[in-house]
């Protein structure tokens, strides 16, 4: 795994940003490109400087596919359902707006992102997700973040299983304790944060994806830095170490995290 330590997020954001246009490059035009994207606070340095970096070299993303990790599950008559979009937490929120809707706002209409290249995985099926994936050429590039306290990565908890596919899962409490900063719409209040999510597994991950991303900045993710970026493989007590078991891996970090 290559490591990184750059100025701060933001140089964090553009690194990561000029890793993914590179890839995207040498893509084969006409065949779907998937990003593999996370929610949350970690990568949104990357999506404003792919943003940014999209428009000023006029890149066509019309082959891009944004294929977020997860979301949170709420129970419709016995079932279990993604959380409503209109949710500021809902993770389909997050990958229409902060993802797809940041790309496409400047670009030229030829050059964005289909409305239907927003893919999510479905509570009904979660199996048929790691199927769309692969039938569809894997993952380009994978987007990575950690979790700071548990080290969750999408809503995998601890001790998640090695070959772990997408699943519905109950979330780990430290990892909706982390969820608390990044909605503030939560107001600090534990028992509004989701208790299931569905979730890409660490094999969705590892086997999946031909390059891995992953971003890590701030003081509060030093403790995920220094595991990270120790890690020979994967840890079962911190599950974002699967990153050190994928090809082509990348960690960038940022010196308030790396610290030291």
Same mark, same amino acid.
């Given at each position: ?14 690194a990561a ?25 970690s &990568?949104?340095?990357?999506? *404003?400087?792919?943003? @940014?970096?999209?428009? #000023? $070299? %006029?890149?066509?993303?019309?082959? /891009? ?57 479905? &509570?009904?099926?979660?199996? *048929?997700?790691?199927? @769309?994936?692969?039938? #569809? $050429? %894997?993952?380009?590039?994978?987007? /990575?973040a ?22 519905i899962?109950?979330l ?7 969820n ?11 028992d509004?944060?989701p ?15 031909r390059?891995?991303?992953m971003?890590v900045? %701030?003081?509060?993710?030093r403790?995920a830095a220094?595991?990270?970026?120790r ?18 891996a ?7 995290a790396?610290?030291?």
């Amino acid at each position: 795994m290559k490591i990184h330590v750059l100025e701060n997020a933001d140089v964090v954001g553009e690194a990561a940003a000029t890793m993914i246009l590179e890839v995207l490059s040498e893509h084969a035009r006409g065949t779907p490109f998937l990003l593999g994207c996370p929610g949350g606070r970690s &990568p949104q340095t990357t999506y *404003a400087a792919l943003a @940014r970096q999209a428009v #000023a $070299g %006029g890149v066509d993303l019309s082959d /891009l596919v944004i294929v977020m990790m997860d979301d949170y599950l709420r129970a419709v008559a016995e079932s279990p359902v993604r959380e409503d979009p209109a949710e500021f937490h809902s993770c389909e929120r997050f990958g229409r707006h902060e993802i797809v809707d940041r790309l496409n706002r400047d670009l030229a209409p030829e050059h964005r992102i289909a409305d239907d290249a927003l893919w999510l995985p479905d &509570p009904a099926d979660p199996a *048929a997700y790691d199927d @769309r994936i692969r039938e #569809a $050429g %894997g993952i380009a590039v994978f987007v /990575l973040a950690s979790g700071a306290g548990d080290g969750h990565i999408a809503f995998n908890p601890p001790h998640s299983a090695r070959d772990s596919r997408t699943r519905i899962v109950d979330l780990a409490e430290q990892t909706r304790r982390d969820n608390l900063a990044t909605f503030p719409t939560f107001e600090g209040d534990l028992d509004r944060v989701p208790t299931r999510g569905i979730t890409v597994g660490l094999g969705t991950i590892r086997d999946l994806s031909r390059q891995v991303v992953m971003v890590v900045h %701030g003081a509060d993710k030093r403790l995920a830095a220094e595991r990270l970026s120790r890690a020979g493989g994967l840890e079962p007590d911190w599950p974002a170490t699967i990153v050190a078991d994928c090809a082509n891996a990348v960690l960038l970090l940022d010196r308030a995290a790396a610290g030291d």
